[in-house]
T-cell receptor, first 115, second 117 residues
C-alpha cells in the first residue's frame, strides 16, 4: 500500500520568512495530493491540493509543487505570519479497486512562526 | 469544509463497552470516510462509504464497523473498546464521483474525542 513520509517533523521560522515542507510517496498510482492544516483541538482544514496532471499550484501565500518522477511534493508558505502556526499534514490518494480516495497521511509537521 | 457535523463532541467509555459515533456530510455529498487520529499522529483511514456501500476499509479489526444511511449520514461503531481506541475520530465528506480519474476533495468534520478508561 501507499506510504507517505513527511519532513521535517518540526519547523521554526521567523515571521516574514518562508517555510517549506516536503513529502515523498511510494505508490506510483497516487494522483491526488492534498495538504491540511490542523490547529490544536480543531479539524484538519484543506489549504491546497494538487492533481498529477499539473506540476505546481499557487494560492496567495501558499504553493504546492509535485514531481511525479521523483514521487515527491512540497508545500511552500511565503511571508509567514503567526496565524500560520499549526500542524500541517500532507496526504496522497488514488482511485483503485479497493479504495476510492483513501487518504494516506504523512506524520505531520509542527510549524511555529515567531514574531 | 463548512457543514460536516459529528456527534457527540466528546465521549468517555470504559474498556469492553461499545460506542456509536455519528456524522452528517455536506449537503450534496454522497461519500463519507472515517479516520482515527491518535494524539501526535496523522489520521488513519478506517472506512469509506458511497451510496450506502462500503468502498474501502483500512487495517482495523472487526470490532470496527460502519454504515451509511439513505440520507448519506453515517455511523461508526466500535465494540469491545480497548484503551488503545482512545483517539479523535474524524469523518470526512466528499462528492464521491472523483475528478478526472483522481479522488475528489475530502472535507473533515470537527471530530469526536473518545476516551477509553
Amino acid at each position: 500500500g501507499e506510504n507517505v513520509e513527511q519532513h521535517p517533523s518540526t519547523l521554526s521560522v521567523q515571521e516574514g520568512d518562508s517555510a517549506v515542507i516536503k513529502c515523498t510517496y511510494s505508490d506510483s498510482a497516487s494522483n491526488y495530493f492534498p495538504w491540511y492544516k490542523q490547529e490544536l483541538g480543531k479539524r484538519p482544514q484543506l489549504i491546497i491540493d494538487i492533481r498529477s496532471n499539473v506540476g505546481e499550484k499557487k494560492d496567495q501565500r501558499i504553493a504546492v509543487t509535485l514531481n511525479k518522477t521523483a514521487k515527491h511534493f512540497s508545500l511552500h508558505i511565503t511571508e509567514t505570519q503567526p496565524e500560520d502556526s499549526a500542524v500541517y499534514f500532507c496526504a496522497a490518494s488514488s482511485i483503485s479497486t479497493d479504495s476510492w480516495g483513501k487518504l494516506q497521511f504523512g506524520a505531520g509537521t509542527q510549524v511555529v512562526v515567531t514574531p | 469544509d463548512a457543514g460536516v457535523t459529528q456527534s457527540p463532541t466528546h465521549l468517555i467509555k470504559t474498556r469492553g463497552q461499545q460506542v456509536t459515533l455519528r456524522c452528517s456530510p455536506i449537503s450534496g455529498h454522497k461519500s463519507v470516510s472515517w479516520y482515527q487520529q491518535v494524539l501526535g499522529q496523522g489520521p488513519q483511514f478506517i472506512f469509506q462509504y458511497y451510496e450506502k456501500e462500503e468502498r474501502g476499509r483500512g487495517n482495523f479489526p472487526d470490532r470496527f464497523s460502519a454504515r451509511q444511511f439513505p440520507n448519506y449520514s453515517s455511523e461508526l461503531n466500535v465494540n469491545a473498546l480497548l484503551l488503545g481506541d482512545s483517539a479523535l475520530y474524524l469523518c470526512a465528506s466528499s462528492l464521491g464521483f472523483g475528478v478526472g480519474g483522481s479522488p475528489d476533495t475530502q472535507y473533515f468534520g470537527p471530530g469526536t474525542r473518545l476516551t477509553v478508561l
